[in-house]
């Protein structure tokens, strides 16, 4: 059993910064894939940035290419999403997700372990 806990989220405003994190305990990350989604107020959950453990491959949705970065440490158990230029519609609730195959999946039926979620709320 993996459980994750998400930190980082809050209120800023367009242009801004933040830094999400997410907390493993348990059981290590060794050998998972992690992956970042986020769901906005009326819709569905979506992806937005995965890596993965075999060579720490990263992967992200077309929205977050060139602003947001993840990143993972395993030795601390931690994953990251490093948002930059941030935008009113990047207004969600982030959830980190553990994939114990590491397929390096978009698709959220292939992560088995979830957070509970953090708010990040960008205003203009």
């Known amino acids: 059993q993996v459980q994750l806990v998400e930190s980082g989220g809050g209120l800023v405003q367009a242009g801004d910064s933040l830094r999400l994190s997410c907390a493993g305990s348990?059981?290590?990350?060794?050998?998972?894939?992690m992956g970042w989604f986020r769901q906005a107020p009326g819709k569905e959950r979506e992806f937005v940035a995965g890596?993965?453990?075999?060579?720490?491959?990263?992967y992200y949705a077309d929205s977050a290419k060139g602003r947001f970065t993840i990143s993972r440490d395993n030795a601390k158990n931690m994953v990251s999403l490093q948002m930059n230029s941030l935008k009113p519609e990047d207004t969600a609730v982030y959830f980190c997700?553990?994939?114990?195959?590491?397929?390096?999946?978009?698709?959220?039926?292939?992560?088995?372990?979830w957070g509970q979620g953090t708010q990040v709320s960008v205003s203009l």
């Open positions: 997700a553990a994939d114990t195959d590491d397929l390096g999946s978009r698709r959220q039926n292939e992560y088995e372990y």
């Open positions: 890596i993965r453990w075999r060579g720490g491959f990263t």
């Open positions: 348990g059981r290590a990350f060794s050998g998972y894939g």
